[in-house]
C-alpha cells in the first residue's frame, strides 16, 4: 500500500496491489465480481485499473462493498463469446478516502 497525503488538502490517496483471477463473463452481459483488497473501507472512493486491454472485456464499474471488498464490474461487449479476464493479472486499486 502506498499513501499519498497533502495536509493541505481533507482527502488522502491510498494505492494498492492485488493478483487477481477474475471469473469468465457470459456475453452481451455484465457482471459484478469481489476481490479482497485488504485495508479498503466503505465510503472510500475507488478506482480500479486492469493491467492489460482485452478486446471485447471492460471494467465498467467498481465500489467498495464491504470492509476488505472491493466489488467490480465488468461487461462483456461481444454478441455470442463469453470472455475470462485474463489470470493471475496485478490490479491496481486507487482509493480517495476523507481524513
Known amino acids: 500500500m502506498e499513501v499519498v497525503n497533502d495536509p493541505r488538502l481533507e482527502f488522502f490517496a491510498l494505492k494498492f496491489s492485488v493478483a487477481w483471477s477474475p471469473a ?12 479482497t483488497v485488504t485495508g479498503v473501507k466503505v465510503g472510500d472512493v475507488i478506482h480500479v485499473n486492469k493491467p492489460t486491454a482485452q478486446a471485447g472485456l471492460g471494467v465498467v464499474g467498481a465500489r467498495v462493498s464491504a470492509a476488505d471488498t472491493v466489488s467490480v464490474t465488468f461487461g462483456n461487449f461481444t454478441a455470442a463469446t463469453p470472455i475470462t479476464p485474463t489470470a493471475s493479472e496485478t490490479y491496481s486499486f486507487l482509493v480517495v478516502r476523507a481524513k
Open 24 to 35: 469468465e463473463v457470459a456475453a452481451a452481459t455484465s457482471a459484478e465480481q469481489n476481490v
